[in-house]
């Protein structure tokens, strides 16, 4: 069964930090290129980071720039989201998710992803 997981989501005080996970299984990621992705109430899903097959091809949402780091790691089949100087705006639920292929311009594009996480929960508030 083809399955991506996040993990490490939680609640944390504005200004602090959360590691996501994003780990694979049924499938090897090394052939995908990965994104995370996030959903806050009453809001459309917006494209948060990416990082190609290539390291290191990346690119992030002009919001998170300079504060998320995307990581991949092949050997564990896991890519991680690296999110530091948490601001309430950040509260969201966040999905990784798996594409085999798809232009790099266009890694905002959530239908060109074939496999889906079920979410984590990232709350920032004090």
């Known amino acids: 069964q083809l399955q991506l997981v996040e993990s490490g989501g939680g609640l944390v005080q504005p200004g602090g930090s959360l590691r996501l996970s994003c780990a694979a299984s049924?499938?090897?990621?090394?052939?995908?290129?990965m994104g995370w992705f996030r959903q806050a109430p009453g809001k459309e899903r917006e494209g948060v980071s990416y990082?190609?097959?290539?390291?290191?091809?990346?690119n992030y949402a002009n919001s998170v720039k300079g504060r998320f780091t995307i990581s991949r790691d092949n050997a564990k089949n896991t890519v991680y989201l690296q999110m530091n100087s948490l601001k309430p705006e950040d509260t969201a639920a966040y999905y990784c998710a798996a594409r085999s292929r798809g232009l790099f311009s266009l890694w905002r594009l959530d239908t060109t992803y074939n496999y889906w996480g079920q979410g984590t929960q990232v709350t920032v508030s004090s």
């Open positions: 049924g499938f090897t990621l090394d052939d995908y290129a």
């Open positions: 990082i190609d097959t290539s390291v290191p091809s990346t």
